[in-house]
C-alpha cells in the first residue's frame, strides 16, 4: 500500500514540475488529486478541514469503504516503482524565465524563439512545445480561413513535420526527457502513426507517471482491450487511475468501479475519482445514485463544467426541470462559451419542449467542439423530435463516425428509418446497437417491434427478440406481454398462457394493475376453462371479479359456465349455445 | 443541415490561373501594335491564343498542371521564343514580392481587357473582347481575387511561392541563372525528406526529358507532338492514377509519394463542386471498368479516397465511391458500410444523377435510393432472398413518397434479379410483400412476374424519359424474349399451329430501340454537366489539329478505335451510355448464337471488344472473350482456343467461379469427349459440378450445364446413338425437330437436323442415297456458312457416305469430289481431336484410294486411320498432353 505522505510528496513535486513546463492541464489535475488525499489529522489547518469536512455525510453514504482507516488490499505496488521526482535544475536560465511568461501570455511563437540556444531539457522542451501549441493556434485559425464550399478544408499543424524530425532526432541521441517523449507521442499520434505514439507515450509514463496528459493521450490510442493489456506499463498508482478511465472508454463499467473504489482508499476526497464514479454509474443506469453524488460534487466544488452534462441528463431523464434550469444558468454564469455548458442549455430547452433552440445550443456546443460525441446524438433525438428525419440521421451517423460504438446513436439511426417506413433497412441499425449493448431490455424490445410492423410481419424473428429482451430483465414489463400476444396469435395458446401466467406474476410483484392485467387474466381464465382445469380457472375469475368493467361481466359468466360444467353438463357451453 | 453541401460554383484563383493570366498579358498587351513584341509571325501568335483557349477551358479540370509542366508545355508551344516565355513567367512570379504585388497584377489585368460599351476598336488594336472566351476568363479571375478576403490573398500569396518553389527544382537544369540566392535559402529551409524528394523527381524529369527532348531538336511537328503527346500523358496518368503503382519499383514510389504531397499541397486551392463531382465520376468509371482485374488494385484506390475523404469531409460521394470500390473487391461488410454511411450523410441527394433535384424532397430524403442500392448490392453478393425483400421495401417507400424515377429503377432492378435467380423459391418473399406491383403479381410464374415488371418499369421509363433505362430495359425485353419463347395460349397438340408469339424481328426491334441510346443521350437533361474526362480531354487534343489524322496501333492502345478517339473530342460519350450501347452488342451477338449464325455472332462480339472493351465493365468484357474464345473452339480447333483462354486468363482474375474457369471446364470436356477420353471427360464433369453452391436454387444454370454434360458423357459412354438402333425409328424423331426448329427459327440446329434425316435416310439402305443427298445439297449452305468443325465435318464424311453407296456413281470417273469432302473433313477433324469422326473419315479415303489404284496414298490414309484407332484406344497418352 502506498502511503498517503509519500503519495503527497511525489504530488506536490510533480506539480512544481509540470507547470513549469507548462502542462497547465496534467498540473491542475494533479492538483486536485493532491487535495482529494485525505489529510493527515496532525497537521489540519482550519482552511483544510473546512473544505473537506463540507460533505462528508452523504459521501460515506455511498462509499462503499465505510471505514476508510481500514486498511486495504495491498495491490503490490513496490515502494521503488514510485522515485520521487527528480528535482530539476535549482536555477533557472534568465531566457527559460522570459519564455515562460512570454507562454503565459499566449504569446507561443515568441516563447519558443527566446528559446532557440537553450540546451536544458526543460527549456527544450519548452520550445518544442511551444512550437507545437503555436501551430495548433495557427490550425485553428486556418480551419476557418479555409472553409470552402465542401467544408473543413485541409488545415494541419503545419509545425508537425519539424517537430517530428528534431524529437525523433533527440530520441536517437538519447538525449529526450519523458517530457520531450509525450510532446513526441502527441505529434506521432497526429500524424497518424498510432503504434509508434503509444510506445512513446509508454515510455514518457514509465519514466514519469505523475503527467495525466501522457495518460490520456495513451488511453485515447486504447481502443480495444486487446491493446490496453498489450502495453508494458510499471506499476505505479497513477496506472490505477489509468486503467480505470481507459476501463470506462472500453464499456466495462464494473471493472472500472472498482479501480476506483481502490482509489478512493487514498484519494478519499478526490472530484475526479467521484465524477468518475458516478458517469461509470450513470452508464450502469443508476441514475438516482448518481443525481446525489452530481449535488454532492456541485456542493464542493460550484463551478465546475466539466462532466455536468452528465448530469443534466440525469436530470434530464428523471424530467427534473427546475433543477435543470438551476444548473444551466449556473454553468451558463460560471462559463457559457464551454460545450458542456451548451449542451446542458440545450437539453433544458429540450425538456421544455422548444426543440429548435435546443438545436441552437447543441450546434453551439458542437462548434466548440467537432467531436462532441453526446452532443450530435442528443441533437439527433432534437431532430427527430422536429420531424426532421434526414437531418436526425446525419447527427447520428456522425456521432457513430466518432465513436462507432455508441449504441445510443445506432439505436437512433434504427429508429429514424422505422419512422420513414424503412424497417427492414432500419433493422441493421438495431443489430448494430445490440451488438454493442446485448444486455439492455429496450434495445432488444425496438427491435422486436421493427420485425413486428405490418411491413414486415415476421412474427418469429419478433418473438426471438421479446424472449432475448425478458432475459435481460425488461423492467417495464413489454416483452412478457408482448410475447403472451404474439403466440396468441400464432394459436399457441400453452405458450401464451405461459408467458400471461409469467407476465401476471411480475405485475403482482410490482404491485401494477391495469388493461394489461385484465387482458392476462381474461385469456387465462377461458384458456384453463377449455381445458377443463376448473380450480385455476376459477382463480382467475374470482380475480376479475375485484374489478368493475365490462371484465367483470365476462368473469361473471365465465363462471357460471364453469359452475355449469362442474355440475354435470360437461357438454354445454352456456357461452356458446345460449339458449 | 449540416450533412448538405453548399453549393457553389466557386472560381478560386489559383497560381496556375495566375501563370495563365501572365501568359495572357503577353498574348494581348495593352500596347497598341498589331503583333506585340515577341512574336515573330502571325502564326505564332495565334498559336498562343489557341493554347491559352486550351488552358481556360480545362481550368475546370481537378489537376491543376504545375509551374514545371506548363514549362513544358510552353517550351513546345512556344518554338524559338519558349525561353522568352519562360523566361517572363518566372520572372514575373518572382517579382510577386508581396501580397500587395498581387493587387497590383490584378489591377493590371484590367487593361488588357476591352471595355464593355465601346464598339470602336481600332484595326490594329489586340484588345481582348470582355465577352469572349478568354475574357471572361480574366473577369472571373479579377472577380474572383476581389472577393478575396486579407487571408485569402495571403494563403494565394504563399501557394504561389509553393508553386514556384515546386517548379526550382526541375527548372534549375534548364535555367541555371533562375537558381539565384533566394531559391538557396528556400533549399535550406525545406527539411531533408522533402529535398530527398526533389531529388528524385529530378532524376525522373531528367529521364523524361532525355526522351523527350530528341525529337525535339528534329524540329518536325509531327513527332515533337507525339513526344508531347506522350509526355503530357505520362504525366497526367501518373497523376490520375495517383498512387495507383505504390508497390512499384523505387522511382516511382518516390515519384509517388512526391504526388501524395501535391495532392496535400493542391489541396490549399479549393476546387468547385462540380470539378470534384466530375472527377469521382471519373473515378467511378474506373473502378467499374477494371473490376476485379488483377492490374487494378483497389487498396490503392481506396487510400487515395481516404485522403480525399480526409480533405474533404463534407464531401459525401466518397463514401459512395468507397463503396464501389469495396463491392468489386468483393468486401462484403466494407461495402455495407459505406453504402449506409453514404446515404446517412446524404440522404441520397448529393450528386446522384438519376435524380433530377425536384421540389419537395428535401424534407424526407431520397432514402428510398438506398434500398435500391442495397438491394442490388446483396443481389452482387449472392443474397436473393434479402435483397429481394430489400427491393420489394424500395417498391413501397417509392410508391409513398411517389417517386417514380427510383420506382422504375427498382422495377427494373427487381426483374433482373428475378430473372437471374430463376426457379428458386422467392413465392413465399413476393407473397408476404402487399404493394400492388409485385402482389398482382405473386400467383403468376416467376417469367411472367419478370415480364410484367419489365414492362411497367419500361412504362413508367419511357413517360419519365429516362432514355437510360428505357434503352436497358430494351435490352432486358430482347434477353427475356430470347430466353423465354413464348407459345400462343390454347393451343396444345400435334394439330396446333407451329407459329409462336416470340419471333426474331421482336428480339431485332428490342435491340435496336436499346441502341437508340447513343443517339439520344445527349438531349437527355442531366444535372451531371461537367465530367472530369471531359474538361480534362480540351488539353489532350490540343495537338490535334496540327498533328497527322493517322491512327498508328500503338498510339491507339488505350482506345483502340478511330471512332472512340473522335467521340473522345467531340463529345465524350458517358461511360454508362458506351457501357449500354456495349451491352446491345453483346446480345446481338448471343441472339445470332442462339439463332445459329456464328459469323455474326463473332462479328456483333469482335464489335464489343475492339469498341467497348476499355470503356465497359470487366464482367462484360470477360463474357466478350469468352464468346470469342469458344467460336475459336469450335471453328479453329483446340489449340487455338486454349492459347486464347491462357491469354484471357492473365487479363482477368480467375477467381473461383469466374465465368474463365467455367470456360476452361467446358472446353476441357469437349475435348475429352472428342478424343473418346471418358474418365477425364467424367472428372470434369464433377469439377464443374462441385463450382455450383450447395444452396438450393442457386447457380441453377450451372447445375444443369453440370448434369446435361455429364448426361452426355454416359451417353458416350454406353456408345449410345441413332446409328446402332434403327434407322425407321430415329425418322419421326428427326422429322418432328426439323419441324420445331423451323417454328423456333433455329436455323443452324435445323441444319443439323437435317444432316442426322440425310444419315437415317441413309441407313435404309443404298436406294435411299439419292435423297439423303439432296437433303444434304439443301443443307449445305447453312452448314458450311454457320457450322462448326464438327457438324461440317461430319455433313462432309455424310455426302461421301451418300456417294459412295450411291449404285449411279462411280468413283473411278468422279473421286475428286468425294475426295474434296474427305479431305476437308480429315483437316478439320484433326484440328478438333475429334478421333472417332476422323478415323471414320480416313478408313473411307482409303477405300477410295483403293478403288483407284493408288497404293501410295492408300497407305498414307490407312496409317492415318491406325493412328486415330490407336489414340481413341489410348485417351491417357493425350490426356497426359492436356495436363
Redesign the interface.
Known sequence: MVSKDSCRNEIRAAIRQLSDRCLYSAAKWAGEQLVGIEQDPSNFTPANTRFQRGSSSIRRRFSTNESISTPLPSVGFSQAATPLPEEDEAIDGDFYLLAKSYFDCREYRRASHVLRDQVSKKSVFLRYYALYLAGEKRKEEEMIELEGPLGKSDAINRELVSLERDLSALRRTGAIDSFGLYLYGVVLKEKGNESLARASLVESVNSYPWNWSAWSELQSLCTSIEVLNSLNLSNHWMKEFFLGNAYQELRMHTESLAKYEYLQGIFSFSNYIQAQTAKAQYSLREFDQVEIMFEELLRNDPYRVEDMDLYSNVLYAKEACAALSYLAHKVFLTDKYRPESCCIIGNYYSLKGQHEKAVMYFRRALKLNKKYLSAWTLMGHEYVEMKNTPAAIDAYRRAVDINPCDYRAWYGLGQAYEMMGMPFYALHYFRKSIFFLPNDSRLWIAMAKCYQTEQLYMLEEAIKCYKRAVNCTDTEGIALNQLAKLHQKLGRNEEAAFYFEKDLERMDAEGLEGPNMFEALVFLATHFKTHKKFEEAEVYCTRLLDYSGPEKEKAKSLLRGIRMAQTGFPSMDLEHFPI | ???L????G?F?VTPHKISVCILLQIYAPSAQMSLPFPFSSVAQHNRLGLYLLSLTKSCDDIFEPKLEELINQLREVGEEMDAWLTDHLTNRFSALASPDDLLNFFNDMRGILGSLDSGVVQDDQIILDPNSNLGMFVRRCILAFNLL?F??VC?LFSSIEDYCKEAHSSSAQFDASNNNLESLTQYDQM???NYAMDKATEEIEFQKSASGIVPFHLHTPESLFKATEGLLHTRKETLRTSKKDTEATPVACASSSTLEDTL?DE??F????LQ?QGFLMEQADAIETHGSSSSFSSSSIESFLEQLQ??????HRVHFLRYLNKLHSDDYFAA?DNL??YF??S?GTEGFDLVPPSTGC????R?EI??LC?GMMHFRFGHPNLAL??LT?AV??SQ?LSNDTCLAYTLAAMSNLLSEMGIASTTCVLG?SYSPVTSTASSLSVQQRVYILLKESLRRADSLKLRRLVASNHLAMAKFELMHVQRPLLSFGPKASTHHKTCPVSVCKEIRLGAHLISDFSSESSTMTIDGSLSSAWLKDLQKPWGPPVISQDSGSRKSSTFFQFCDHLVSIPGSVAHLIGASYLLRATSWELFGSAPMARMNTLVYATLFGDSSSSSDAELAYLKLIQHLALYKGYKDAFAALKIAEEKFLTVSKSKILLLKLQLLHERALHCGNLQLAQRICNELGGLASTAMGVDMELKVEASLREARTLLAAKQYSQKSGNAVLGLPYALASISFCQSFNLDLLKASATLTLAELWLGLGSDHAKRALDLLHGAFPMILGHGGLELRARAYISEANCYLSDPSFSVSTDSDTVLDSLRQASDELQALEYHELAAEASYLMAMVYDKLGQLDEREEAASLFKMHIIALENPQDVEQNMA
Open positions: 443541415m449540416a450533412g453541401t453548399r453549393t457553389a466557386a478560386a478576403s487571408e485569402g494563403h527539411d531533408m525528406e496535400v489541396s490549399l479549393l476546387r468547385t463542386n470534384i480526409n480533405l474533404a469531409p463534407e464531401l455495407l449506409l454511411r446517412d450523410y440522404a428535401s424534407m424526407y430524403g432514402y438506398a434500398l442495397l425483400e430489400v421495401e413501397r417507400v409513398q408476404s
